[in-house]
């Protein structure tokens, strides 16, 4: 069985760079036809998808973040990271990584999120 788990970054001061880890273990980023992604949830708000990046190494985003938001990956270490630039405090949520076989809020695997919260 899949399993994710974020890095902690804790709190991120405004104007900050975020980044994130996710490792995966239990299955390869590569395998055929996953999207790997990144899931925010604000406080007393919605799901919110960041962006994916697929087996392939293609990354799509959020058009609202896409302009702050950067997904990598290491095949070596299978993992996949999210840096997030310029936060400010309403980027303050609960960050998941997930996998689904679709893009967009979609995911069949969760890790168990982490929360961060952008504050001076």
């Known amino acids: 069985q899949v399993q994710l788990q974020e890095s902690s970054p804790g709190l991120v001061k405004p104007s900050q760079t975020l980044s994130l880890t996710c490792t995966v273990s239990?299955?390869?980023?590569?395998?055929?036809?996953?999207?790997w992604k990144w899931i925010r949830q604000p406080p007393g708000k919605g799901l919110e998808w960041i962006g994916s990046?697929?087996?392939?190494?293609?990354?799509s985003y959020n058009p609202s973040l896409k302009s702050r938001a950067s997904i990598s990956r290491d095949t070596s270490k299978n993992q996949f990271t999210l840096q997030l630039s310029s936060v400010t405090p309403e980027d303050t949520a609960v960050y998941y990584c997930?996998?689904?076989?679709?893009?967009?809020?979609?995911?069949?695997?969760r890790g168990q999120g982490t929360q961060v919260t952008v504050s001076s």
């Open positions: 997930a996998r689904g076989i679709l893009d967009g809020n979609q995911y069949n695997y």
């Open positions: 239990g299955g390869s980023i590569t395998t055929n036809f996953y999207y």
């Open positions: 990046i697929t087996y392939g190494g293609s990354t």
